[in-house]
DNA sequence: GATAATTGTTCCATTATTTGGAACTTGATT
DNA sequence: AATCAAGTTCCAAATAATGGAACAATTATC
C-alpha cells in the first residue's frame, strides 16, 4: 500500500533511492554493467556517488556473490552467475514459450525478423526474435530496452494501458529525437495511439533507427496485467509501407493467437473484479 | 585478505550466508528463478528458511528492483531487469568478442557445435555457442552451468590449474555418475588431466549425457587468470572418436589463437609476480 | 631518486536497517 | 459460524550499513 502510494507524491526527491542496501548494490552493479570496460575503483565511484568506504564493501559483496569479478589489475567486470540467472529465468519464461510457435511461423510467412517483447515502465524489453538464416547466438537484442513511444512493439503496448496508466508512463517519458520522425511530445503520439487503438495494429516509420522500419500489434492477456507485443522488421529499402500494411492482418492475428493460448496456459491470474 | 581466508577453515558451517542483506536477497532471487512455475510465498518461505517478516521485505525490495514481478495472484515470477543486465554483460563481454571468430571458424570446419565456456567455481558456464542451421534464439545453453569434472570444457579448463587450486575444486566437487563413462572419483580424474596436459586436449566420451561426444583445448590467458575452454560436439552416431581425434588439432589452434589474441586486447591484468 | 598525487584499503563510533516472533487480516473450506 | 491457511503488518532488539578519516600502495612528477 505504502509502495503504491509512491506515484501520488506531489514530487519525487530525484527518484529515491528506494530499497536500501540493496538497491544501491544492484545500481552499483548496474553501473558496472553498462560501462565499457572494465571498471577501476574510481571510475565506479565517481559514477556511483557512494562514499569510498560503502563502495568498497559493496563492491566486495558483489564480488563474494560471483555478480562481478574483480581482474588481477583491480578493476571489475560482470560476473558469470548474471548470465546463469538470466538463462534459467529466460527459458523457464513462461510467455515466451507460449509465443514463440507463432513468432517463427510469422518469420517464415515474411522473411523479415520477428520480435515479441514486454513493457517495463517507459521501455520496451525484447525478449524474443526470431531472425533470417544468422548463426546462433544470445542474438543481437535478446534484453535489450528499447523506449517504448517510438517502437513499434512499444507503442502497441502502450495502447493496451488505462488512461491512467497511459499518462503515468507518458509523463516518464522523456522524448528523445532519434531520427527525424520521431514523435516530439505526447500531443501526436496520444493521436496515433488513438490509430493503433481503432487498427490493433502500430507501425514504426523509422522513428527509433533510421531506415528501418515495422508494423507491430499488442498482445493483451485479460487477467493478466501485462503488455506486450509482436512486431515485423525489416530495413526500409526492402520493406515499403504497403508491404508492411499487408503484413498488419497475420501479426494481429499471430498476437491474438498468442494472447488466447497464454491465457489458457499460464492461467488468468486470480481473475477480474 | 581475509576472504581469501575462507577455504582454510577446517569446516564451513554449510556454505556460510556469506554477504549479509545481499546474500540472502540473491539467494531468495535464486530460488524464485530457478523453481519452475511461478512461486507462491508459502513456497519460497519453504524453500528459503527465512522468517516470513524478513522473507517478505526481501520480495517486495526484489519487486521494486524489477528483479521479481508479482503476479496478480500474489505469486513471483523473475523479473525483465535480469534479462537485461545479462544481455548489458554479454554483448559486452570482451572474451566471448575475441573468440567468436573462431568459434565460427571451427563450425564451418566441422559442421558441428561449437562452444566457448569458462571455470567458474566447480562449474563450466557457457558463454557463447556456434550452431548449424537453427533459428536464433538465446540458444540452448548460453548461461548454463555443468560440472566441469564430466565435459570436455571442464576437464579442459581444470588442466589448467595449479595443483593446489585443482586441489580444492576437486575437494568440493560431487562426483555424480551421470552415465555408465562418468568418472567416479577424483583419482581417474586426476590421471586424465595429466594426459590432457601432455596432449592439449580433452575428450568427453559420453561422460555428461549418453550418445553425447567432444573434444575440447583449454584456453590459458597468461596474466589473467581465468581458466576457459573450446569444444565442438557431436551426437556419438555421427561423430566417432576417430573424427573427433582428427578435430583436436584445430580445436587446439583455435584455442591458441584465442589465447593470444586476448593477451593482446584484454591486456594481461597487471602481469606476474 | 625524492616528492607529490592518485588510487585502493582499512578502521570504527554512529546511525539506520534488518531481524524475526507474534498478532492481525483476508479469503477460502468444512 | 467456525476453522484453517495464506498473506501482511508491527515493533523492540540485534545487526549490519554508513561514511569520514587515516593508512597503504602505486604511479606520476619534478
Known amino acids: 500500500m505504502s509502495n503504491e502510494a509512491i506515484g501520488a507524491m506531489d514530487e519525487a526527491p530525484a527518484e529515491a533511492s528506494g530499497t536500501g542496501t540493496l538497491g544501491k548494490a544492484i545500481a552499483?552493479?548496474?553501473?558496472?554493467v553498462t560501462a565499457?570496460?572494465?571498471?577501476?575503483?574510481?571510475?565506479?565511484?565517481?559514477?556511483?556517488?557512494?562514499?569510498?568506504?560503502?563502495?568498497y564493501r559493496l563492491l566486495s559483496h558483489l564480488v563474494e556473490e560471483g555478480l562481478l569479478i574483480q581482474r588481477r589489475d583491480l578493476s571489475y567486470e560482470p560476473g558469470l552467475r548474471l548470465l546463469t540467472l538470466a538463462y534459467r529465468s529466460w527459458s523457464a519464461n513462461r510467455f515466451r514459450d507460449v509465443a514463440e510457435p507463432h513468432l517463427r511461423r510469422l518469420h517464415?510467412?515474411?522473411?523479415?525478423t520477428v520480435h515479441l517483447g514486454i513493457l517495463r515502465q517507459t521501455e520496451i524489453v525484447y525478449v524474443d526474435k526470431v531472425e533470417s538464416r544468422q548463426t546462433?547466438?544470445?542474438?543481437?537484442?535478446?534484453?535489450?530496452?528499447?523506449?517504448a513511444y517510438c517502437t513499434g512493439i512499444g507503442k502497441a503496448a502502450l495502447s493496451l494501458l488505462g488512461h491512467a496508466e497511459l499518462e503515468h508512463v507518458l509523463a516518464r517519458t522523456e522524448f528523445h529525437p532519434f531520427t527525424a520522425h520521431t514523435h516530439r511530445s505526447a500531443a501526436t503520439l496520444l493521436a496515433e495511439i488513438e490509430e493503433i487503438r481503432r487498427d490493433g495494429?502500430?507501425?514504426?516509420?523509422?522513428?527509433?533507427?533510421?531506415?528501418?522500419?515495422?508494423?507491430?500489434?499488442?498482445?493483451?492477456?485479460?487477467?493478466?496485467?501485462?503488455?506486450?507485443?509482436?512486431?515485423?522488421?525489416?530495413?526500409?529499402?526492402?520493406?515499403?509501407?504497403?508491404?508492411?500494411?499487408?503484413?498488419?492482418?497475420?501479426?494481429?492475428?499471430?498476437?491474438?493467437?498468442?494472447?488466447?493460448?497464454?491465457?489458457?496456459?499460464?492461467?488468468?491470474?486470480?481473475?477480474?473484479?
Open 28 to 32: 552499483v552493479l548496474e553501473a558496472v
Open 36 to 55: 565499457d570496460g572494465p571498471q577501476r575503483f574510481t571510475d565506479i565511484l565517481a559514477r556511483s556517488g557512494q562514499p569510498r568506504g560503502t563502495l
Open 108 to 112: 517464415d510467412l515474411t522473411g523479415e
Open 136 to 147: 546462433v547466438r544470445m542474438s543481437s537484442q535478446i534484453g535489450k530496452a528499447s523506449p
Open 201 to 273: 495494429h502500430a507501425f514504426d516509420r523509422e522513428e527509433h533507427e533510421a531506415e528501418i522500419r515495422c508494423v507491430a500489434a499488442p498482445i493483451s492477456i485479460p487477467g493478466d496485467d501485462i503488455a506486450a507485443g509482436i512486431s515485423v522488421t525489416g530495413p526500409a529499402y526492402r520493406v515499403t509501407m504497403e508491404q508492411l500494411s499487408a503484413w498488419a492482418a497475420p501479426v494481429r492475428a499471430a498476437a491474438q493467437a498468442i494472447g488466447k493460448e497464454a491465457v489458457i496456459r499460464l492461467g488468468p491470474g486470480r481473475g477480474g473484479p
